[in-house]
């Protein structure tokens, strides 16, 4: 059994579509008034029947007041990480340190480079990714002396001066289901942000995928327990009794539900979270006497 002990998240998948735009904001405006802690956004910059994902989060965090937005994930191949950085600072101080960082590496690369972006293999794509982090958080570091200095084989950045800085500490949660990228994860990451659909053998892929990250985390001199683990659930037919148990056996503590639906949202807030959280807690009270 695995509990990393973080505090429970609940969150929604909204879908971005062009079709009917004011549907994404009003989503996220119920989640806020509900009490949800999260609303996330695909993230597909090719897909024309979406809307851009930076410019609706952005949108959406001025019409809401408590709620958290991310993208779910980010497609770093067309959000160069130096831009990346800053706009996700600028979106952190305006929403009052609303934002977190949902990065994956970009699996569609013929569309990535209809679009102008580069032409990437799935190897490369890590690479690049794990050259991106340490430019976003450097720049992210106002503290730190001297302007930043990366020259990497994907990304160069030389002599970029830091800021602004975030109104809160940014988790980067990455989109990750390889073993390279769970080591990654482990390494740079605050957060692993998968979908369960896409698992290869649902929660029975968790153990093994679980320890790939906390192997990458105490390679890099990590605690396992500073990555945060959330999963995607593309349907909310979830008991409160299955989510508390991946929280206390499998250490998953935020738990994002897609659907596109108000009365689920409110739902979630209302009846779920509250008996899921009773759960996890009273297991780790038990658990300490």
Excluded: C
């Excluded at 998948?13 to 949800?36: E, K, S």
């Excluded at 952190?92 to 934002?99: A, H, N, Q, W």
């Excluded at 994956?104 to 679009?115: D, L, N, S, V």
Aim: charged fraction near 20%.
């Amino acid at each position: 059994m695995t509990d990393y002990g973080h505090d429970l998240l609940f969150g929604t998948f909204v879908t971005p579509t062009a079709q009917n735009p004011r549907q994404a904001v009003d989503l996220a405006v119920t989640a806020d008034r509900a009490g949800i802690d999260l609303v996330t956004f695909q993230d597909h910059p090719y897909q024309p029947s979406f809307l851009d994902t930076w410019t609706l989060m952005s949108y959406a965090a001025a019409r809401t007041e408590r709620v958290r937005f991310t993208g779910n994930v980010l497609n770093l191949p067309l959000r160069p990480p130096a831009q990346l950085a800053r706009a996700a600072a600028s979106l952190d101080i305006l929403s009052g340190g609303r934002f977190e960082l949902g990065i994956g590496a970009g699996g569609f690369y013929e569309p990535i480079a209809a679009m102008g972006g580069p032409q990437l293999t799935a190897g490369k794509a890590i690479e690049a990714l794990t050259e991106a982090i340490p430019i976003i958080r450097d720049l992210w570091d106002t503290d730190a002396r001297g302007r930043v200095q990366h020259e990497g084989t994907h990304y160069t950045v030389v002599g970029a001066k830091r800021g602004p800085k975030p109104a809160h500490d940014i988790g980067i949660w990455i989109g990750a289901y390889k073993p390279k990228m769970l080591a990654l994860t482990g390494a740079q990451g605050d957060g692993w942000l998968p979908s369960m659909d896409y698992l290869p053998d649902g929660p029975a892929s968790l153990p093994d995928m679980n320890a790939r990250i906390d192997d990458g985390a105490e390679s890099a001199g990590r605690s396992p327990a500073a990555v945060r683990r959330l999963m995607n659930f593309m349907r909310a037919d979830k008991s409160p009794e299955y989510l508390a148990d991946l929280a206390l056996t499998h250490g998953i503590s935020g738990f994002i539900f897609g659907g596109d639906d108000h009365a689920m949202t409110e739902r979630l807030a209302a009846e779920v979270a509250p008996e899921v959280r009773d759960l996890v807690k009273r297991e780790r009270g038990a658990g300490r006497d």
